[in-house]
């Protein structure tokens, strides 16, 4: 199983990224799809995650409103549109699939994770 974070970059504050994971070696329709992050020196934080079918989102507070996420299942992809980024969105990205559905926003939750796309906003 292979999850293939991209997208990452440089941007300054109020400006886009659109953040892609690319799933293969799984049947992908059928996992759940959560985005981490990780700032330097600090814990991994759930930011969001996507339901198997699509149809059930749930975001952290603090990216509501300027985050959304989406899936193609036919392209085994998820995409995280970002939007209104702030310094404080620095970090380090991560996908991760689940099988199951229970306490997304915990790490422990996730079978398969990527590697992770580097996310600096600049001020």
């Known amino acids: 199983v292979q999850l293939q974070a991209s997208g990452g970059g440089l941007v300054q504050a109020g400006g886009s990224l659109r953040l892609s994971c690319a799933a293969s070696?799984?049947?992908?329709?059928?996992?759940?799809i959560g985005w981490f992050r990780q700032a330097p020196g600090k814990e991994r934080e759930f930011v969001v995650v996507?339901?198997?079918?699509?149809?059930?989102?749930y975001y952290e507070d603090s990216v509501k409103g300027r985050f959304t996420i989406s899936r193609d299942n036919a392209k085994n992809t998820v995409y995280l549109q970002m939007d209104s980024l702030k310094p404080e969105d620095t970090a380090v990205y991560f996908c991760?699939?689940?099988?199951?559905?229970?306490?997304?926003?915990?790490?422990?939750?996730?079978?398969?994770w990527g590697q992770g796309t580097q996310v600096t906003v600049s001020s």
């Open positions: 991760a699939a689940a099988r199951s559905w229970s306490r997304m926003d915990q790490t422990k939750q996730y079978d398969y």
């Open positions: 996507i339901s198997s079918s699509g149809g059930v989102t």
């Open positions: 070696g799984l049947t992908f329709s059928s996992y759940h």
